[in-house]
């Protein structure tokens, strides 16, 4: 009877520890804001596009858990808010190197014409 009773409290903790957790899905998220934060000025849209998506698969499932305490609810929302901050500023910053490269070929272009105008004097 002791070990029948064992098993299903073992059995229990294992089945407990192995479900999905709101911290275990905010964790995540973390993680992913991170990656972002390292990464993601290099990133194509299609990248850009697989990541956002993962991120709001994170929130959702998180957001569908029971039993969310307001900390929790709030921490989810904050991290939303730092995902989409670090994707603007991301997405921005690689506008502007691609801006960048774009001025610096306008500028030979520019170059080159100038000479061309110069040598027919």
Do not use: R
């Not at 002791?2 to 059995?11: I, M, N």
């Not at 904050?78 to 500023?89: E, P, R, S, T, Y």
């Amino acid at each position: 009877m002791k070990k029948l009773l064992f098993v299903l409290l073992a059995g229990l903790f294992v089945f407990s520890s192995c479900q999905p957790s709101a911290e275990n899905y905010i964790g995540d998220m973390k993680d992913l804001i991170e990656e972002v934060m390292e990464e993601g000025g290099d990133y194509t849209a299609e990248q850009w596009e697989k990541v956002s998506q993962e991120f709001e698969k994170l929130v959702q499932k998180a957001q569908e858990l029971e039993n969310l305490t307001d900390e929790q609810k709030k921490e989810i929302l904050k991290l939303q808010a730092k995902f989409n901050g670090a994707a603007v500023k991301k997405g921005f910053d690689k506008l502007m190197k691609d801006a960048g490269k774009e001025l610096e070929k306008a500028g030979e272009a520019i170059e080159g014409f100038l000479e061309g105008l110069k040598e027919e004097e």
